[in-house]
């Protein structure tokens, strides 16, 4: 139902049920308190702001059984920073309001939800996938100093010395060495 639960501030938590099947329009539009919220397996459609203005929801999971989120669904979720869509060719309105710009995105490669991040500039990322580690460079030496040290056998100032003229970073003498230890 359309506003069913509409500026509800102090609702906090929702399981919505098994049976529910869509979330409509302005359902949970203002809900201030509302941080926790469960959606089930039989939702197929998440309408225009349902969740609009739901300013303490941090997280949510759409499940691949939802084919289309509205327009603004989640505009003005100022915590919101994870939203993962199940489904990969669930069909997001295609405005810059529908989800936050600070959101991350998670969803299967090459879905809609990597097409809407890619198209408004969102921070995507591949689910269940690994995060790439940093690329090492001047600004990070240092606080990985003691790992490349141990691996790579070399100081840290050789080592920014080779990254300053793009050589690429290896052992400095070309060999592990081995380390003797007395009894």
């Known amino acids: 139902s359309d506003a069913l639960f509409a500026r509800c501030a102090s609702l906090t938590g929702i399981v919505i049920p098994d049976r529910v099947t869509a979330i409509g329009m302005k359902a949970f539009y203002g809900c201030t308190s509302l941080a926790e919220i469960t959606v089930p397996e039989s939702l197929a459609s998440i309408n225009a702001e349902a969740f609009s203005g739901c300013t303490a929801l941090s997280e949510i999971t759409v499940p691949e059984s939802v084919a289309s ?13 994870s939203l993962t869509v199940m489904n990969p060719a669930c069909v997001i309105k295609d405005t810059r309001t529908t989800i936050p710009e600070a959101v991350r995105i998670y969803g299967h490669a090459d879905s809609t939800a990597q097409q809407y991040a890619e198209k408004y500039k969102r921070p995507f990322a591949v689910i269940g996938a690994q995060a790439e580690p940093p690329a090492f460079n001047r600004n990070n030496a240092f606080k990985y100093r003691d790992v490349l040290v141990c691996l790579l056998r070399t100081s840290v100032q050789t080592m920014l010395q080779q990254a300053g003229k793009g050589a690429t970073l290896g052992p400095a003498n ?4 081995k380390s003797h230890h007395r009894r």
Request: aromatic share 12%; hydrophobic share 35%.
């Open 69 to 81: 989120i509205g327009e603004n669904a989640f505009y003005g979720c100022t915590s919101l920073v």
């Open 174 to 177: 070309g060999n592990a060495k």
